[in-house]
């Protein structure tokens, strides 16, 4: 049977393709995942995408910036193109921008699109004030696994909240043919929305796939410590290894074909990008 039968023939207006891309992930193929969430009494199919009231209610209409923790912004002075975004949106960050970073990274956050697993709770644990600082935290990543944690962990803190289902998920990485970036997903759902702009900074796909250091300081400290040595990605030259940081999960090349679709479509009358994803995917 055709695992899209049910479905609309697209994801943000992008037509499916005719045929299913090679699954590039150590994770086993998203509808065996999904037949195993079924028999645990959650989502057991691939759905379309439903838009959230509170997400829409802060983003629609307006200039949204998503900002990523690349080091390739420092030195480069965007702090203050990103602070004039009406909705500024961090990705997987638990912390609060430190003043020294205002200058290349800007100062505010709005909203935390983040994958809220056991490992990144502990590390919100310890900032619970910057989280409770937020209008609303986004889980555009895989949830049904730790469901009964994550809601709970999300009602303490106080925040509204949207964990997108993991149905249209594993559609998104059917699509794509892997277990796709918290960054990427959230670029994916948010062109769901009526936005004015989307400006998207500070993510590398971990630097077109070649990795090495790609995460500013703060942020790699903040990973490091929520992780710890077992995690094996980090080390002190504060370099990542693709293969310890999971590129078996996440494998970055699809991910980079299927931008270069979402690019081509909505750039730049809608989607604008810095200038380190412009050189990377849009043609001269």
């Given at each position: 049977?055709?695992?899209?039968?049910?479905?609309?023939?697209?994801?943000?207006?992008?037509?499916?393709?005719?045929?299913?891309?090679p699954w590039d992930c150590s994770s086993p193929l998203p509808e065996q995942q999904l037949a195993q969430l079924k028999s645990m009494g959650f989502v057991g199919d691939f759905k379309?995408?439903?838009?959230d009231d509170k997400l829409s209610k802060l983003v629609e209409g307006k200039r949204v910036a998503v900002v990523g923790p690349s080091p390739h912004l420092e030195c480069l002075g965007y702090g203050e193109k990103i602070d004039s975004y009406d909705v500024v949106i961090r990705l997987n960050q638990k912390?609060?921008?430190?003043?020294?970073?205002?200058?290349?990274?800007?100062?505010?956050?709005?909203?935390m699109f983040g994958s809220f697993n056991h490992l990144n709770q502990g590390e919100c644990d310890e900032n619970k004030d910057y989280i409770?600082?937020?209008?609303?935290?986004?889980?555009?990543m895989l949830s049904?696994?730790?469901?009964?944690?994550?809601?709970?962990?999300?009602?303490?803190?106080?925040?509204?909240?949207?964990?997108?289902?993991?149905?249209?998920?594993?559609?998104i990485f059917k699509e794509v043919g892997t277990t796709c970036n918290t960054g990427f997903t959230a670029v994916i759902i948010l062109l769901n929305y009526n936005i004015k702009e989307l400006f998207v900074t500070g993510m590398t796909f971990f630097d077109m796939n070649k990795w090495g250091n790609v995460y500013f300081d703060e942020y790699y400290d903040?990973?490091?410590?929520?992780?710890?040595?077992?995690?094996?990605?980090?080390?002190?030259?504060?370099?990542?290894?693709?293969?310890?940081?999971?590129?078996?999960?996440?494998?970055q090349q699809p991910q980079i074909d299927y931008f270069r679709k979402i690019v081509d479509k909505y750039y730049p009358n809608l989607l604008s990008l810095d200038d380190y994803l412009t050189e990377n995917f849009v043609d001269e």
């Open positions: 049977m055709e695992w899209n039968k049910n479905l609309k023939k697209d994801i943000i207006g992008i037509p499916l393709n005719k045929s299913t891309n379309d995408y439903e838009k912390f609060a921008i430190p003043e020294s970073k205002y200058k290349d990274y800007g100062s505010k956050t709005d909203i409770k600082s937020l209008k609303l935290l986004v889980c555009p049904m696994w730790d469901l009964h944690k994550q809601n709970s962990w999300f009602d303490s803190t106080g925040v509204p909240y949207h964990n997108v289902c993991d149905g249209h998920l594993f559609k903040s990973i490091k410590k929520a992780t710890g040595s077992t995690y094996g990605a980090w080390n002190p030259e504060r370099h990542v290894d693709g293969f310890a940081s999971r590129s078996d999960l996440h494998a």
